[in-house]
């Protein structure tokens, strides 16, 4: 079962989480046979030799500027032309926002079927089994693919990247003949808020509601998160109210979020808002409300005042982490 | 302009979800239905422009009898006809896209809205399942568009970290994100209105799942707490759980 990983990159840096499509990738491999290809594009990629190091045997680098900045049709094109390549079968990408993009077209291209944001995989009698998340996931849906190309999203933070080996693979130039008709959609600028870490990608995150009572306590919730090196979250009932901004906030209308820490603060745990982030690893909660019912879910809580709580919360941590 | 937008007939977001007797479907007893609500974000786009623009809206849903219901709450907002297209089959997003394709690509579309993900299945896969089989540029996950007279499309998408901006044009797929326009609220005479607006039925060619269910399963439920606290004196012990316990710091 040859396998080909989309690799991601931002300014030249690959993402953490194409690090893990690439070690579930080569542990599959290992145990039905077969090899992992890893694809990336852009011209100013550095260290792809070291996706070795997490058990690609080889890269495809298209190294050619016109596809630096990630547009659907031209990657779905690039990542087309590599499965075709590497003789793959099962083509596996992260279920990022351009993971989720990419993949449904790729599926039309090599007319196989798409696994969106699978949390769990594993082999069984030769074929792969995928499990995923439902109905905001009120349910797990576990599958087969039955086509010839199989193609999964990995949620980001669930699959471990594990610790790399010193492996460098080789790199082998992919190149492509582009046509403007592959540019029908084209990045024309990204505006990254580059102080900030993106709660989709964090692997711990302070999130806040209600029980702040405004926007003007928030810095409760940055003082946590900044001591932990953390990105701060929200629920929907402080962004409907404009105290935070819409890209911070987790559930089901917002963004799901599996980091290894989720402290929730002052959040009552709303069934939507618990669909955002309860499969995240230890789950933290803060909430005057001994009943809440994101107590439930939570593996450790305080029960109090999160006025109260917070700042006694940072400033042990401070402490313990020796900052 | 022909415009179309998919909309999806899905529980609603405080339904328990009950897995059914054979394990591989949802009990549908006890829930209550309603349109897709990242798929209103997607009609009020499409009746937006057919303000500006003229044209005619299209609401199209697949599914069995009852997803009519969610057809008229399309009509009602404004949609100026349905195409239901009928069947009693649970499809999966590649057998749904190709059913639409089928039903809309002698109609001269114009373009297609979706909403970013149906609440039920998660999928997030019909914006380019329909783009790349109608061979249209697709754009999803969008959050601000606009369209100029040409047909040039500009619009922001939500990525990690932050936004990305968009060029296409049209025809094209485009799938709608919260934030994007708020949707209207069907009047009363909508409502009424709705009643009278025709709803076409046509049938899909077959189609064979490519997704294959083996089962449904309730999540594992998580056990409360190993340790509640009651008040700023127990962070202490908090602290020391999280670094012997759980090992996360």
């Known amino acids: ?323 | 302009m022909n415009i179309f937008v998919c909309i999806s007939h899905v529980p609603d977001t405080t339904s328990k979800v009950v897995i059914g007797a054979g394990g591989k479907e949802i009990d549908p007893a006890g829930i209550t239905y309603i349109l897709n609500p990242y798929d209103e974000f997607g009609l009020e786009a499409g009746l937006q422009l057919k303000e500006a623009r003229g044209g005619e809206v299209t609401a199209i849903c697949v599914g069995p009898e009852v997803v009519k219901e969610t057809i008229r709450k399309a009509l009602a907002m404004g949609a100026d006809k349905g195409l239901h297209i009928v069947t009693d089959e649970m499809r999966d997003s590649f057998g749904v896209a190709k059913a639409i394709v089928e039903a809309i690509k002698d109609r001269t579309p114009d373009v297609l809205f979706c909403g970013r993900q149906s609440i039920d299945y998660d999928g997030w896969q019909m914006v380019g399942l329909l783009g790349e089989m109608l061979q249209w540029p697709s754009i999803s996950v969008v959050s601000k568009l606009s369209f100029a007279e040409d047909g040039t499309i500009t619009a922001e998408r939500d990525i990690e970290g932050g936004k990305e901006t968009v060029a296409s044009k049209l025809p094209a797929v485009i799938s709608t994100q919260k934030g994007l326009n708020n949707p209207r609220y069907p009047k009363l005479q909508g409502i009424m209105a709705a009643k009278r607006k025709p709803i076409e039925e046509i049938l899909p060619s077959e189609y064979q799942n490519r997704v294959h269910v083996l089962d449904l399963k309730k999540p594992p439920i998580k056990q409360a707490g190993s340790f509640i606290g009651k008040g700023p004196d127990d962070v202490a012990e908090l602290v020391r759980l999280l670094h012997e316990e759980a090992k996360i710091i």
């Open chain 1, 1 to 323: 079962m040859n396998i080909l990983v989309f690799i991601e990159q931002r300014d030249g840096t690959i993402k953490k989480s194409s690090f893990e499509a690439v070690k579930v990738a080569s542990e599959i491999a290992s145990e039905t046979g077969g090899s992992v290809t890893a694809v990336v594009a852009g011209s100013h990629v550095r260290n792809i030799q070291n996706l070795g190091g997490y058990g690609a045997s080889k890269v495809l680098h298209v190294a050619d500027a016109l596809v630096d900045q990630y547009s659907s049709t031209a990657y779905s094109k690039l990542v087309h032309d590599a499965v075709m390549k590497s003789q793959a079968h099962v083509v596996f990408l992260s279920a990022t926002s351009a993971g989720k993009d990419l993949a449904p077209r790729l599926a039309v291209k090599c007319d196989g079927a798409v696994a969106m944001d699978v949390t769990s995989l594993h082999v069984d009698g030769g074929a792969l089994i995928a499990t995923r998340p439902i109905f905001a996931g009120k349910a797990l849906e576990t599958l087969t693919l039955q086509t010839d190309v199989q193609i999964f999203t990995l949620r980001p933070n669930v699959f471990s990247a594990g610790t790399p080996t010193e492996s460098m693979c080789p790199v082998e130039a992919l190149s492509i003949e582009f046509s403007e008709s592959d540019f029908s959609v084209k990045t024309t600028g990204t505006s990254i808020s580059s102080e900030k870490i993106d709660v989709a990608e964090a692997s711990m995150i302070v999130s806040g509601g209600r029980g702040l009572q405004g926007p003007e306590h928030w810095y409760l919730v940055e003082d946590l998160a900044s001591v932990l090196g953390a990105a701060t979250g929200a629920s929907r009932a402080v962004v409907d109210a404009g105290w935070r901004p819409h890209p911070e906030q987790v559930g089901q209308t917002g963004k799901t979020v599996s980091p290894t820490l989720y402290i929730a603060c002052g959040i009552s745990g709303a069934v939507q808002h618990l669909a955002g982030m309860s499969s995240s690893k230890v789950i933290v909660a803060v909430n005057k409300d001994k009943d809440a019912p994101i107590f439930q879910i939570a593996d450790y809580g305080i029960v109090g005042d999160a006025f109260e709580v917070l700042p006694v919360l940072t400033d042990t941590l401070k402490q313990f982490l020796g900052k």
